[in-house]
């Protein structure tokens, strides 16, 4: 059974903390992916990364930056954590090329900011 | 930079009774149409899929129009069951030559089935 694992369930952490999220496929999937949930806002990208140390900023990356080493592990990191930071983050990864693009996602961490 | 637009917000069918969710892209270079489903406390799940070269897919009680001139598609659940509820987005990618499976998301719908 394919699996994106996140590290954590539920984070709370201070305004000023630097903050890693981790994550890890068990796919050997080429692409990673960060995404940050919040209600009436859908999920919106804050990174991808298309190879191992390669990463692509998303549509909302201000504040946050990634880290890809080994290509089954992609860190989000929040450099100095605020308030409106607080919500769901996932991770998700996929296979590149051909016509299957399925993203496989993890459960994801809902992160809280005080 | 919302470039998928998702509604409705919120949704209420009675058990039994169809559920009809809506989306509209701008970029025209998109050619992979997916639908999430997400229930609490879980990550999404590839529930369908489309490609404009056709314009209906159907999978079970899912099925997927697609609308290319009018850049839209829809998720229909035909006889929705309390089991489908859950939270539904509409995502689009470009696959191509270039395809990095990157998807951009839809707002999402909650979808609640009443018995």
């Known amino acids: 059974d394919v699996k994106v694992t996140q590290s954590s369930r539920y984070l709370v952490k201070r305004t000023g903390e630097k903050v890693f999220l981790e994550c890890v496929q068990d796919m050997d999937h080429e692409n990673m992916f960060w995404y940050r949930q919040d209600p009436g806002l859908g999920l919106r990208l804050i990174y991808f990364?298309?190879?191992?140390?390669?990463?692509e900023k998303g549509d909302i990356p201000e504040g946050y930056s990634v880290s890809r080493e080994k290509k089954e592990r992609f860190s989000l990191i929040l450099e100095s954590a605020s308030t409106n930071q607080t919500s769901m983050y996932l991770c998700?990864?996929?296979?590149?090329?051909?016509?299957?693009?399925?993203?496989?996602f993890g459960q994801g961490t809902r992160l809280t900011v005080v | 930079q919302q470039q998928v637009k998702q509604s409705p917000q919120s949704l209420i069918v009675q058990k039994g009774g169809i559920s009809i969710i809506n989306c509209a892209y701008e970029n025209t270079a998109f050619d992979y149409f997916p639908w999430y489903q997400q229930f609490p406390g879980k990550g999404p799940a590839l529930l369908i899929a489309?490609?404009?070269?056709?314009s209906e897919k159907k999978e079970g009680r899912f099925t997927i129009s697609f609308n290319k001139s009018a850049k839209q598609f829809s998720l229909h659940i035909m006889d929705s069951q309390p089991g489908d509820s859950a939270t539904y987005f509409c995502a689009a990618s470009r696959v191509g030559s270039s395809n990095t499976g990157k998807l951009i998301f839809g707002q999402g719908t909650t979808l609640q089935v009443k018995p």
């Open positions: 489309i490609r404009p070269d056709v």
């Open positions: 990364s298309y190879d191992v140390k390669m990463k």
């Open positions: 998700a990864s996929s296979f590149t090329g051909g016509m299957n693009t399925e993203a496989f």
